[in-house]
């Protein structure tokens, strides 16, 4: 695809668009999915579609898949989520506010996950160790650093300290999923501009890459995405499917929850971080796995 003018806004499929393109394609986005999700940052829908097409085509995909209306949801069992019921939810050393839950996908919002001083003590200790983000290449399984993430992050191992084990714990029993079965806390830093273009958290099954993953502990089933500062402006969590933002407000998270007892993966899940347009954005993410990760 060259680089060149499309839609009526003059949206550019430059360089980051293409390596988006090519990475949803090959991670199994639906291209309803991926359409919308241009048609959110701006592009004129007819231009979106046409690209999307185009990429499909050169993916592999038929273009017969395009279709207007996107049905794949609809095969997805929504079975009971393992959050616990209620305003308020115990979550080992504290009592998390519940502040919305959405049924399809499974997302609840969630407020007073952290004080203050543990988002400021997160962000200092990892201030210093942050490095550009990776994403997970689909068909190598190798972290590759690529547009579609711009951001810094760090990695805590599990329960490193009892600072970090405190934490590890309250999170695990908030999302109603053993200890063992989290990776370790990851901390991310946006500057002005950065953002996490539409994904899913899961591995997309089938594919060479996953399997890499999936060895230490299987596919992911949840995440929960914890706000450390209040952002000035953008860097909402976005579920372009399921039109829902949820805004960055210090010690608050979103939870999202994408595979069921059947180990069926929701494609409602698709979800991204929007541009940071003012300020900085800090956030400590969780993912879960179907069994203990080793
Ligand atoms: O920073 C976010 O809001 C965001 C959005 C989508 C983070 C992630 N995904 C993630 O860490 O997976
Ligand atoms: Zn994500």
Redesign the pocket.
Known sequence: MNNEAVGVNMHVVDAAWQEWLATNVSRGCTPESMIEAMVQAGFDAAAARDIVGRAAAEGGVQAAAISPVDDSARAYHYDACPVAAGNRVRAHDRDVTVLMRVERPQVIAFGNVLSADECTELIERARHRLKRSTTVNPDSGQEDVIQLRTSEGFWFQRCEDPFIERLDRRIAALMGEPLEHGEGL?I?H?TAGGE?RA?F?YFPPGQSGSAVHTARGGQRVA?L?VYLNDVEGG?E?VFPDAGLAVMARQGSAVYFRYMNGRRQLDPLTL???APVTSGD?W?M?KWMRERPYV
């Open positions: 990851q991310l946006y996490y994904h958290d995440t995405i860097g969590t979800h991204g971080g954005k956030i993410t």
